[in-house]
Every structure is written in C-alpha cells, then in structure tokens.
C-alpha cells in the first residue's frame, strides 16, 4: 500500500526545510526525507540577505531566529595583507525597513528553527536516516521505494517531488540532467572557531587580498569567527591537519589564537555549476541540486532559499488545479530563477578573481584600482546588485512592461486598523493590488483571487486599508498608481489610473487560468 502525498521533498536542509514550512503553511501532505540522523553541527554557510529574512518573517521564524541565530553587518571590505582598507563597500540594497541587507548566521541554529517550524504543521511527515530508490514518474505522480538505516522499506507517492539532495544530487542523475560548469574551480580551507577572550575585533567583513595568501575573515553570531585560505596549488596534495599547521600562524600576527578554539578545519572545493534543467515532468531540482557558486557574494544558501520562495506558491496552486496554463506557471520557476543564478555565479566568480589574484608583480595594479573605486559612490554598486541579485524577467503578458516589473515591493511597516505591520503581513500569500484611494479607482474582483489594499492618507477605517507615508512617496516618485503584486512579493503590474482597468482585466483573465481546471 503506497502512502500519498502532495508534495515529496529530498533533502532536509535550509532549502528542504523551507520548502516543507510553505507547504505546511498551505495545508498540503507533505513528505519530507533526510538521509543524516540529525542537522549537522558545525557551521557551513554564513550569511543570508534581506530577501531571505523576508522569507523568513513570513513564515512566521524570524523573530526567534534573531535572538540566537542572525547577525547584522554593515561593511564589506577588501583590505591589504597588512589589513588596511583598500576597498569598503556598505550594501544598501534593502527595500524593507529595519532589516539589514548583510547578516551573518549560525545555519545549525537556523535549520532548527526552520524544522521547529515545520513540525507544528501536522499535514508535514518528516523520515530521517531515509534514503530512496525505484524512483518513477507518470503524466500525473512520482513514486518512490523509502528505505531507512532499519532495511524497512516505505512506498509513497506524491503529484510533485522536488529534489533538494545536494550537489551530488542522485535525483538530478536519475533525471539525466545535465550541468553545465563555468569553469571556475578553487580549493580553499576552512577554520571555523568559537573565541573566548575578551578583546573586541572587528566587525566588517573581510578579505585579505593578499598574492601570497588570499584570506576570508567573518566575525559571526555570537563567539563564532571563521577564516578561510585560499589553497595554492602546490598545497593541494596536504592533509586538513597539515594545511592547519601551515595556515594558523598566518593568523597569529593579527588575532590571540590561543583564545580561539577550532571546531572544524577542513578542505573545500567550490564549483560554479548550473543544471540545465530544472525540471522533468514532476520532478524539480532545488538548492544545490540546481546550482553551485561560489561564496564571495554569500549567495549559495540564499539561492535554494529563494528558489523555494518562488516554487512553493505555484507547486500550491499547481496541486489544486492542472490545465496547460498551470504547467506553464510551473516552467517559468527555471526562466526567472535560472538567469538570476546564472548572473550572480558570474559575478561571485569575477569578485574571486579579484580576490584570488596572485600575480606579485601585476597586484599592485590591482590594489591600486580598487583604491579608485573605493572614492566612487555606492550607488552604482547597489544598482547592480539589485539588477542582477534580486530582479527576475517576469511574463506579465504586457506589450509595455514598465521598469519596476520583476522588482520586489518594497516592504515598509505601514499603520492598519489593528496597528502597525510589516507589509508583508498583510500581504501573506495572496496576489495583492496595492492603490492609492485618492485616485478613485473602482476596482472588483472577478477572479475571486485578489486581495486589494486601499492606501489612505488618515488613519485606516477598515482591514484592508493601510496608511503608509514611505509608499505614498514612493508611488509618487514612480509616478504610479497601483501595483499587482504576485504572492512570492514581486511585482506582475503596475501603472497609472487610466490603465487600471485594462490591466486588471489582464490580471484576471492570467490568475482565473492558473486556478481553473
């Protein structure tokens, strides 16, 4: 007898377990398997954006993910082996107020929030020490054979798997999926440590842009400080133990080792690597299973994070309904989330360039250019980041798209009824029209999916009334009047009065197909 679910997830890290809180938020059956008896220990990735806290908060974790889990920092800066700044940039990018673009995490304490979070839902089984085989799939289901470190064997099957099983991904195989590899390749070493002294370092993130010896320098949550080297070729062939014995005193002139205590010190390979496909009928690749970068943008984690932001509402609507305009919400998980990896391996890998220069002779050119951008604004660097870090080439079927498509709604606390919220929460998961009432829109809802929220310039009457002072100077600035917004909080539309009906009826006539079977 084969047990059936909606949703069958591989893989319970940040990017499974985030999977498995969306789901169980919407009430679908959801099985989700690991083959590890419990989260692994150490810390492995370190930093998560604005965007993911985003996720985070709406989910319902992030209040109690700050207290132990989520540090903020504010500069990032590129320094000499002798540690003086030669560039500090201060990321500005957030559209939410009070959440910092940059943070550091402990991501053990962060995948036990994730799983606490899951485990309220009682629509969310969770297997551990499980692992799959007889993977096959229909028009319409994927079955698997589960089997645990007992030798007892489980049949399920569900209308979606989605695979988030690493970069070795035995999914993604079984799918014969190809990937394609950019070609940039590096071993580096890790120390991570907890500090037990009583001097104050500093808080800025850094690398030391040094030809003899690249290093990565995090000052984490609570009394967790990691370094990271770049490991020279004639170095590769060295044990963990052996690289500890040659790296550790490279330290000693800047930090009181003795004070530090090392609990873990291992050799690493980051890859840039991109499937080329992200989906076979019913099967979805997610996280690394989708993806490899590396780590100088702190993006890896945050981009299995984010694909379950995307997935997860329509794998939701997916399950209440199947028509062709459904399967076609489906593929378009790979058309906006694999050109956004794609741009940030790119960049992370250019950025490592810099980094990992070592030409002794040709890096005083390079420090020298950096000292040049180190006295240009900011700005332009924040516009790249958002073009290439958080924009996504939506298909609003709109013959004009206006600039802000595809961006994320800003998220301010605004003043409702009851109080003052984040925006976000009076959003929650639907398709969302934000207006200004003065404008004296006359809107309806003939989908029956849209949610519309009444900007107001006095104190709100009704729950789906905001007052907002930022958005009112913000649609002001856009010289725009109403914005769609989608429920993963991207904009599908936007415009002025004397396009709303034209629009909405586009709206409608999209979200009524997605949700008609």
């Not at 690289?243 to 004070?259: H, N, Q, V, W």
């Not at 984040?422 to 009432?437: E, G, K, Q």
Request: proline content about 5%; charged content about 25%.
């Amino acid at each position: 007898m084969e047990e059936v679910y909606d949703v069958i997830i591989a893989g319970c890290g940040p990017t499974g377990a985030t999977f498995a809180n969306y789901f169980g938020k919407h009430n679908l059956k959801v099985l989700i398997f690991d083959r590890e008896e419990d989260i692994i220990e150490y810390p492995r990735a370190v930093h998560i954006d604005e965007d993911v806290i985003r996720i985070f908060q709406e989910l319902g974790l992030y209040e109690e993910m700050k207290k132990d889990a989520i540090k903020p920092f504010e500069n990032y800066s590129l320094v000499s082996k002798k540690d003086k700044v030669l560039f500090q940039f201060q990321p500005d990018s957030s559209v939410s107020e009070d959440i910092p673009d940059c943070n550091w995490i402990l991501q053990p304490e962060i995948e036990k929030h994730l799983r606490n979070g899951f485990s309220k839902y009682p629509n969310v089984t969770f297997l551990k020490e499980t692992t799959w085989t007889d993977l096959n799939q229909t028009d319409d289901e994927v079955s698997l054979t589960l089997f645990n470190t007992r030798s007892e064997e489980t049949k399920v099957k569900a209308k979606f798997l989605i695979a988030c099983d690493g970069g070795k991904s035995p999914i993604r195989k079984k799918m014969n999926i190809s990937v394609h590899d950019f070609g940039f390749k590096k071993e580096w070493f890790v120390i991570d440590t907890n500090y037990y002294g009583e001097q104050l370092f500093s808080e800025d993130h850094k690398q030391f842009c040094d030809p003899n010896q690249p290093i990565t320098y995090v000052n984490g949550v609570k009394n967790h400080f990691r370094w990271e080297f770049m490991v020279s070729e004639k170095d590769n062939a060295l044990s963990d133990e052996m690289l500890a014995e040659k790296m550790i005193p490279r330290l000693e002139s800047l930090f009181p080792i003795k004070d530090f205590e090392i609990i873990r010190k291992k050799k690493y390979v980051f890859y840039t690597l991109l499937a080329n496909e992200w989906r076979s009928k019913n099967v979805f690749l997610a996280g690394d299973a989708a993806h490899q970068m590396p780590p100088f943008l702190g993006q890896g984690m945050c981009s299995g994070i984010k694909d379950a932001k995307n997935l997860s509402w329509k794998i939701v609507n997916a399950c209440h309904t199947q028509n062709e305009t459904t399967h076609q919400l489906l593929d378009s998980y790979y058309t906006e989330r694999a050109p956004q990896v794609k741009k940030i391996i790119k960049l992370a890998a250019i950025l490592g360039g810099f980094i990992q220069y070592s030409n002794p002779l040709l890096s005083p050119f390079r420090n020298g250019l950096l000292k040049v951008f180190n006295i240009l604004p900011s700005k332009p660097i924040d516009a790249l980041i958002n073009k290439h870090l958080y924009g996504i080439d939506i298909d609003n079927f709109s013959r004009f798209k206006h600039p802000l498509v595809g961006k994320r709604i800003p998220q301010p606390i605004v003043n409702t009824k009851e109080g003052q919220v984040y925006f976000d929460t009076m959003c929650n998961f639907n398709w969302v029209v934000l207006l200004r009432s003065r404008d004296k829109i006359i809107h309806n809802d003939s989908s029956g999916q849209l949610k519309f929220i009444s900007l107001v310039k006095d104190q709100p009457k009704s729950s789906n009334e905001i007052q907002s002072d930022f958005f009112d100077q913000w649609m002001s600035a856009q010289k725009v009047d109403f914005v769609i917004i989608r429920p993963d909080k991207f904009i599908f539309n936007i415009g002025k009065t004397k396009e709303f009906e034209d629009v909405l009826k586009k709206a409608h006539f999209y979200i009524k197909k997605i949700h008609s079977n």
